[in-house]
């Protein structure tokens, strides 16, 4: 056997997890619904300066039988950002496993926060299936608490669309985003 | 796409003469209890087997690389030789695909003038080749 994957998002203030990704969607109220579909709440292209996505908090989660999961990697493998669109995307830190409330405002967790306009924090891309240089790097936490599971998931990774003033309207269409580990 | 199971049978001589062998259907405990007991045992040997029957092995004594009956020596070991072993597995975020071992390595790592050094076996499954590389 080897190890079963599953792919969650966390949203919430409870830290309730999905199985949905879809960064358009928006939740500027309350930040409780991660289902907001984008033609009921799109992101609204700013006057100046940037506009933000809900912030996605996502996860694997690996169940079934396997000895050690290590050297998590997550990546953009498809999709096209046009202008200047971007994700920006990291680690959680400090505390990687531990949830909080996501936001529709800059984020310091997806590494957004002073880094519109750069490439810093820019979610690495690559088409293969091998791991971009860049690639942010997870840790398996065997100690985590909460929904989904209560051990065997890897460090949040936070992820946020940024759209700046002069974007085209329009949506983004789809884009893959790719874990790969190592596995005994 | 390669069955994701690519390791059908793994197995160790360990330096009291005594095999230890599991296979990858076994229980997650038999497997998790005989790998633990594989790394703690400084093994002399390791090795593999794939879906198709084809073995796949280091000797850790000797640094020397096998495929089936085939023997490849790496540089003679300076220090104590490390066992690495691993899948390499991806799949996409949504789990929408079932993860893909992309390669599995069995090799061994040395430390040389204060450097890691390592050689191994890259296994390929979906393109039916291997490959002997440093970078593992």
Known sequence: MAATYSGFESYAATGADATKFNLLSTDTASGTDETTNTAAAPIAIPAASYSFSYERWVRAHFTSSFTTISTIRFWRAAGTLTGTIKIKALTKTPNPYTFITPITTTSTYAGSSGQEGTTTNDLAYSASTTAPGGALTCLMNTSSTGTPGTTNCSDYVVMQLVVPSGSASGTIGSHTFRFGWNEV | ?136
């Open chain 2, 1 to 136: 796409m390669p069955n994701v199971n690519t390791i059908t049978t793994t197995s160790a001589n360990l330096p009291d003469g005594s095999v230890v062998t599991y296979r990858d259907s076994d229980p997650s405990h038999i497997r998790e209890g005989n790998f633990r007991a594989i790394l703690d045992s400084s093994p002399l040997t390791f090795q593999v087997t794939d879906v198709g029957g084809n073995v796949f092995g280091v000797d850790l004594t000797t640094g020397g690389l096998f495929v089936g009956e085939s023997l490849y020596i790496g540089p003679p070991p300076v220090t104590p030789l490390r066992l690495i072993y691993y899948k390499h597995m991806v799949t996409e975020l949504d789990g929408g695909s079932r993860p893909l071992c992309l390669y599995f390595v069995v090799g061994w790592q040395t430390t040389v003038d204060g450097k890691n050094e390592k050689l191994g076996l890259k296994v390929h499954p979906a393109e039916s080749r291997w490959e002997i590389t440093s970078d593992i």
